[in-house]
C-alpha cells in the first residue's frame, strides 16, 4: 500500500517563504514522477510542479521563479520550496505521484491528504 504523507503548511505572511515535504511510502518512488497541486475554494485544482524520474521539472507561470521541487531519492521525499509568497498561493496543496507515461494503463497514481497554505498578513 503506498502512502504520500505531507507536511509543513501553515500560516505564513505575505512575501515569506515555506517548505512542503511528502514522504513516500512503499517501493514506487523511484520511477514515478512527483508532483504538487493545489486547490483554492471555488476552484479547480491545478499542477504547480513536478519532476520525473530522471529529474525534469515543470511548473505553473505563477509561481515560476518563486517555487522549487525537488526530490530525495534515497529518503522517497519530495519537496516544494516556495519563496516570496503571495495571498494568492493560499490554497490546499497535495502532493501528487504519476506512474511513467507508458505505464499508467497499469499503474495507479496516487494523492496526500494535502496541507492547507495561508498567506496572510
Known amino acids: ?51 520525473t524520474s530522471g529529474g525534469s521539472t515543470n511548473y505553473a507561470d505563477s509561481v515560476k521563479g518563486r517555487f522549487t521541487i525537488s526530490r530525495d531519492n534515497v529518503k522517497n521525499t519530495v519537496y516544494l520550496q516556495m519563496n516570496s509568497l503571495k495571498p494568492e498561493d493560499t490554497a490546499v496543496y497535495y502532493c501528487n505521484a504519476d506512474p511513467p507515461v ?20
Open 1 to 51: 500500500q503506498v502512502q504520500l504523507v505531507e507536511s509543513g503548511g501553515g500560516l505564513v505572511q505575505p512575501g515569506g517563504s515555506l517548505r512542503l515535504s511528502c514522504a513516500a511510502s512503499g517501493s514506487i518512488f523511484s520511477i514515478y514522477a512527483m508532483g504538487w497541486y493545489r486547490q483554492a475554494p471555488g476552484k479547480q485544482r491545478e499542477l504547480v510542479a513536478a519532476m
Open 102 to 121: 507508458v505505464m499508467t494503463s497499469l499503474l495507479p497514481r496516487y494523492w496526500g491528504q494535502g496541507t492547507q497554505v495561508t498567506v496572510s498578513s
